[in-house]
């Protein structure tokens, strides 16, 4: 059953401390991405990753990292910089940076 | 102005009335186009796509693209109440670097 996963479903941080979300995918895609959503504000891509062991900033990267060291898994850390961190993070997949995008359920981070 | 505007709703109708979304966007450039639903705290799930102007039918969902006026649309018929959802336009442009922009979504409530 291919697909895209996401875990884990919600998450809590406590402050100055780092957290990672995990995404793992087996649709045998190349490219990969991940999303914030906020209410009223659609989604704003953090980081994207077209190929194995490279990825690229997106419009709101302060405050994040990844790592691409698989093709199946793009892993995203939320760091203690990230000052606002309460969101809803999706992760998703393509074939290539040209083709539909498919999302994952979602991961829910609130802060403690 | 934001690149790609979608009315937020909600939009509540009637079960079996037919639905009409809209986006524009600003850039001529945009070449796919994109419907997304997305039901609460879940992942947004791809409905339709397409790159050309004119109608794409699949059940009871049609999405229509007018390239001239940078307008897209997605109606569906006879709604049912599993129909209530967020719904997101999405563009892709291919000129120069590919960049995927979401709309902010509008929430539709279909009343049994």
């Known amino acids: 059953d291919g697909g895209i996963t996401q875990s884990p479903k919600y998450l809590f941080r406590k402050e100055g401390q780092n957290v990672t979300l995990s995404c793992e995918q087996n649709?045998?895609?190349?490219?990969m991405y991940w999303y914030r959503q906020d209410p009223g504000q659609g989604l704003r891509l953090i980081y994207y990753?077209?190929?194995?062991?490279?990825?690229q900033k997106g419009d709101i990267a302060e405050g994040y990292s990844v790592s691409r060291e698989k093709k199946e898994s793009f892993p995203l850390t939320v760091t203690s910089a990230q000052k606002n961190p309460t969101a809803f993070y999706l992760c998703?997949?393509?074939?290539?940076?040209?083709?539909?995008?498919?999302f994952g359920p979602g991961t829910r981070l609130l802060v403690l | 102005q934001k690149e790609v505007e979608q009315d937020p709703g909600p939009l509540s109708v009637p079960e079996g009335a037919i639905v009409s979304l809209n986006c524009t966007y600003s850039?001529?450039?945009?070449?796919?186009f994109m419907w997304y639903r997305q039901y609460s705290r879940k992942g947004p799930e791809l409905l339709m796509y397409?790159?050309?102007?004119g109608n794409k039918e699949d059940g009871r969902f049609t999405a229509q693209v007018d390239k001239s006026s940078k307008y897209i649309s997605l109606f569906i018929r006879d709604s049912q109440p599993s129909d209530s959802a967020t719904y997101l336009c999405?563009?892709?442009?291919?000129?120069?670097?590919?960049?995927?922009?979401f709309g902010t979504g509008t929430r539709l409530k279909v009343l049994a």
């Open positions: 998703a997949s393509s074939i290539d940076l040209r083709e539909t995008q498919y």
């Open positions: 649709l045998n895609h190349d490219a």
């Open positions: 990753s077209q190929i194995v062991n490279d990825f």
């Open positions: 850039n001529s450039a945009f070449q796919y």
């Open positions: 397409t790159y050309s102007s």
């Open positions: 999405a563009v892709l442009t291919t000129s120069g670097t590919y960049k995927y922009i």
